[in-house]
T-cell receptor, first 111, second 116 residues
């Protein structure tokens, strides 16, 4: 599975959009981009995933560049409850495909 | 809401004792993951199963750790004997590849293990 690179930490004002970048320059054609987050002391929570088209759900939007080498998770109106560590993961669909977490981005939403 | 259930939530044990952590995956999910999280190492994948068969347990110390799925509703992670360095939060996650354009996993709330 391809490796990902994320900033260590980011800040965002409450009510503003939080844009979390992720680089995955070695992604393969059949690998998806997944985003999870982990709020302190809880289990990681699935947010969204995509292959090459932009995706949106009730939690967030995922923008994947045309060359698929990077992506951005967008939380349109961040709240204090969005303070968490956000993980970008690249994963294939094979039966032996792992879900491997990196160090993630610590997002701090402030008043 | 369907959820992954882990028991116990907290466990304190003495070094050398056997520890068994249990996980009930979401009904219908065919993939189960075990992770360990510490401040130093972050989230480490220990093992995972597909249709109850172990696919990869390369992240697990073989001499003291064992993972099994006796049936589709129960996954266990056992440490024998436990050591202080095993102190961590252990997460179980379940997922499915069926009927989705991609697979994703739902995590339990974890078992916080302290070995003294």
């Amino acid at each position: 599975d391809a490796k990902t690179t994320q900033p260590t930490s980011m800040d965002c004002a409450e009510g503003r959009a939080a844009n979390l970048p992720c680089n995955h320059s070695t992604i393969s054609g059949n690998e998806y981009v997944y985003w999870y987050r982990q709020i302190h002391s809880q289990g990681p929570q699935y947010i969204i995933h995509g292959l090459k088209n932009n995706e949106t759900n009730e939690m967030a939007s995922l923008i994947i560049t045309e060359d698929r080498k990077s992506s951005t998770l967008i939380l349109p109106h961040a709240t204090l409850r969005d303070t968490a560590v956000y993980y970008c993961i690249v994963r294939g669909l094979g039966t032996a495909s792992k879900l491997t977490f990196g160090t993630g981005t610590r997002l701090q939403v402030t008043l | 809401d369907a959820r992954v259930t882990q028991t116990p939530r907290d466990k304190v044990t003495e070094m050398g004792q056997e520890v068994t952590m249990r996980c009930q995956p979401i009904l219908g999910h065919n993939t189960v993951f075990w992770y360990r999280q510490t401040m130093m190492q972050g989230l480490e994948l220990l093992a995972y199963f597909r249709n109850r068969a172990p696919l990869d347990d390369s992240g697990m110390p073989k001499d003291r750790f064992s993972a099994e799925m006796p049936d589709a509703t129960l996954a266990t992670l056992k440490i024998q004997p436990s050591e202080p360095r095993d102190s961590a939060v252990y997460f179980c996650a379940s997922g499915s590849n069926r009927g989705h354009k991609g697979a994703y996993a739902f995590f339990g709330q974890g078992t916080r293990l302290t070995v003294v």
